[in-house]
């Protein structure tokens, strides 16, 4: 399986348990490492920390090392499934997302799943993925 589909698998679970069975299973089937964060808010106050928390939560995790030749790729991937995510989406908008990030030999994903709406009856899911050479 590739790292793009590992990380849109593991940000679609619902639960913590499906979370862990998929996190074991990419870990024991393929050798990658995962991580999963949330971020939700409103767009216009979350824009800027959707980065830090995937940083944050990658070198936390022990999965990347706070070394350029990892954040950089990992930074380059989270606004590419940034962009999917909150294409065309009003800065009053809230959203709630789901983001995992997947690391293997060569590659890494970074997943997005979630919901926004402007207004409770309009909320909707959307999703976004990037992937970058490591």
Not at 47 to 68: D, F, M
Request: glycine content about 8%; overall charge neutral; hydrophobic content about 45%.
């Amino acid at each position: 399986m590739q790292v793009g589909k590992a990380a849109m698998l593991l940000a679609l679970t619902s639960n913590r348990q499906e979370e862990v069975e998929i996190k074991t299973y990419l870990k024991e089937r393929y050798n990658y490492d995962t991580v999963v964060t949330e971020v939700g808010g409103v767009l216009r106050d979350i824009k800027g920390r959707v980065v830090k928390s995937v940083v944050s939560a990658a070198i936390n995790a022990g999965i990347l090392e706070k070394k350029s030749n990892h954040i950089h790729p990992l930074i380059h991937a989270t606004l590419e499934a940034e962009r999917g995510m909150m294409f065309d989406l009003p800065t009053q908008s809230s959203i709630v997302m789901k983001v995992a990030i997947v690391v293997g030999d060569k590659w890494l994903a970074v997943a997005m799943y979630g919901e926004s709406a402007i207004h409770v009856l309009s909320n909707h899911e959307r999703a976004g993925l990037g992937i970058m050479h490591l």
